[in-house]
């Protein structure tokens, strides 16, 4: 007998669910830098042609597939054509990998807020994030101990995860998430309102969003505009084909992706105005132009920001507190989304309930998380964040346009959703779709290997960027050739 | 702050949050 699949409570919780999904660490600390870096303002042209021309007809297409099969991005995949199955289960594999690391940021994120209340960190945040906080080793394979405080932290996300995937998706994933998405767009909104206000805010916004059209005749821009669309929207990892498996039959499709990329990509653009404001404030504190203050990533998060807060007073405190907050809520979100989608493929395939998958992939998960709590986390993220996102997650995204564009047909998925959505997408999707999405992200994914040849990352030794990162590509898809060849053991396949 | 600032700010927030807004008042009619 067929199983009765898992279903959303409402078309609000998967698109809450979604957003809360695509909403991820990189909408805070990658997009503004990426906007600063791109030509300001000018860099709203490739962002939006990046956002209508791949971004949205993308997760279109993951939605559509994930509605028509109704299984998870394996399950949908082999349905297509058994010979596929493996290229779903790549992003599965890539999505463990990040999945531990990410478990480590929001460690790190977690006792960060802690910390706000007081400021532990104290006067010099550079020297307490790398020795203090974290204990960094002096390269990346030399391993000497475990840190404990980020140990506990990574116990503490996982058994979130464990106990939001475990309830299922209605009880779990979208009542989590009803409560969360709106917590995390007032804490922001509070953010933005209270950087604007502060002395020197305008400084740092005129450096964001001064345009500089020069820059927007880069090609380079371009493809940093398409990459940045890609990746804040979770495609390719195969959290969405798996969220829309839940969606009841009658359901909006099209303005479902729509809406999840104006929400995540509004948010994005928020986060941009709250941390260029403090930006601004931070370089009118130390007497010194914005440029020299603008940092992204964890050096804005955990070093940057940390400082600023010290010399605001009370105020510190309270938007330490909410910045950190927002950060583990953004984060919390796309962590579940990713436990799910690996729990969905895992159970489907071998036929294991949700409650035994969901356990066994946290245990694991958890010890294998814990590489990353040893003093030579932060060179094994970087590594494999920038081998997993570059190869493995565009490789995956290129793959499904590829099938979907050349073998399974556009039309196909497109008469599916036009069928159901209140409105209706033209033949302009079979163009993105066939050409225009899979060019991009060739031209991407040729880039970073020029790139790579070029300068090794980071200017890491071969060793540690073999084992870290290209050993990770490789285990991602011999692994998925092996699961892909053992049989579907789920009843309803 | 510059008038060019403003603009961009204003314009990247109007296309954005404007197509939230419409998206969202869309899926409040299509009741499904």
Redesign the interface.
Known sequence: MEKQREQWNSKFGFILAAIGSAVGLGNIWRFPYEVYSSGGGAFFLPYFCAIFTAGIPLLILEYGIGHKYKGSTPKCLSLINKKFEWMGWWPIISSSFILCYYSMILSWAVKYALMSFNKTWGADTNKFFYEDFLQLSSSPTSFNKMVLPIAIGIFVIWLFNWAVCYRGVKKGIEKTSKIILPVLFIIMFIIVIRGVTLDGAAKGLNVLFEPDWNAVKNPEIWISAYGQVFFSLSIGTGIMMTYSSYLPEKTDINNSAFMTAFANCGFEFLSAIGVFSILGAMATMQNVPVDEVVTSGIGLAFIAFPNVFTHMGVWGNILGVMFFVCLVFAGITSSVSLTEAISAAIGEKFDIPRKKVVTAICVIGFVLSLAFATDAGLYLLDIMDNYINNYGIVCAGLLEAVIVGWYLKPKTVRDHVNKISYFRIGSWWDVIIKYITPGMLIITVVQSIIKEFQTPYGGYDTLPLLLYGWLVIVIGIIGAHIISKCRWKSSDK | ??A??????A???T???G??LV??I??V??K?
Request: proline share 0%; hydrophobic share 55%; aromatic share 22%.
């Open positions: 702050m510059t060019q600032a403003i603009f961009f700010m314009l990247g927030g296309i954005l949050w197509g939230f998206t969202f869309i899926s009619k299509s499904d």
